[in-house]
Antibody, heavy 121, light 107 residues
């Protein structure tokens, strides 16, 4: 069974930093591209960032480029999202999402339960 | 970015009904279109990819069609567990983008 378990969310002040983690199991993590997708309270879904299976391809949404860094450790089956210079508008549930392919196809097949990040003073 | 527009934004239906949701892309995306279901307080779940292919384990009462810019999601014989919000998503070009969602409510 595919499992994606996010952690690291919480309350942070504007301008602060936070690192999210996603522990993966039940599939070959090292051969799957991965994504972060977020959902602001009461809003829809927004792509944040993705990373290919070998970290050779990394992409960011314009809204987070230069502030967020996606990475992965295939030896630990873990995906990360380092977030810095956080803004109030970054407040959202952040979902870890598995890609159907080893490259960044954008075809999502499994979603984690999400972790809530709240940016507020 | 490619804009995805869904209609309606919400609808009311009864158990057993047939429901159709439409999604329009601002430019052609071939069949790189997915449908995603989200129940209140729950994580999203991928239902359909390639405009019409069901992910593993998805009931056959869900179906998708379309190509280019216009797509539909149809749920036949609506069941209680189908009341949720449905999003379309294009994966033709970055940045991957979603429709605003269609909330299917109980009449």
């Amino acid at each position: 069974e595919v499992q994606l378990v996010e952690s690291g969310g919480g309350l942070v002040q504007p301008g602060g930093s936070l690192r999210l983690s996603c522990a993966a199991s039940g599939f070959s993590f090292g051969t799957s591209a991965m994504h972060w997708v977020r959902q602001a309270p009461g809003k829809g879904l927004d792509f944040v960032a993705d990373i290919g299976s070998e970290e050779t391809s990394i992409n960011y949404a314009d809204s987070v480029r230069g502030r967020f860094t996606i990475s992965r450790d295939n030896s630990k089956n873990t995906l990360y999202l380092q977030m810095s210079s956080l803004r109030v508008e970054d407040t959202a549930v952040y979902y870890c999402v598995k890609d159907f392919a080893p490259y960044n196809s954008g075809l999502f097949d499994y979603w984690g339960q999400g972790t809530l990040v709240t940016v507020s003073s | 970015d490619i804009q995805m527009t869904q209609s309606p934004s919400s609808l009311s239906a009864s158990v057993g009904d047939r429901v159709t949701i439409t999604c329009r892309a601002s430019q052609g995306i071939n069949n790189y279109l997915a449908w995603i279901q989200q129940k209140p307080g729950r994580a999203p779940k991928s239902l359909i990819y390639g405009a019409s292919r069901l992910h593993s384990g998805v009931p056959s009462r869900f179906s998708g069609s379309g190509s280019g810019t216009d797509f539909t999601l149809t749920i036949t014989n609506l069941r209680a567990e189908d009341f949720a919000t449905y999003y379309c998503q294009q994966y033709s070009a970055y940045s991957w983008t979603f429709g605003q969602g269609t909330k299917v409510e109980i009449k």
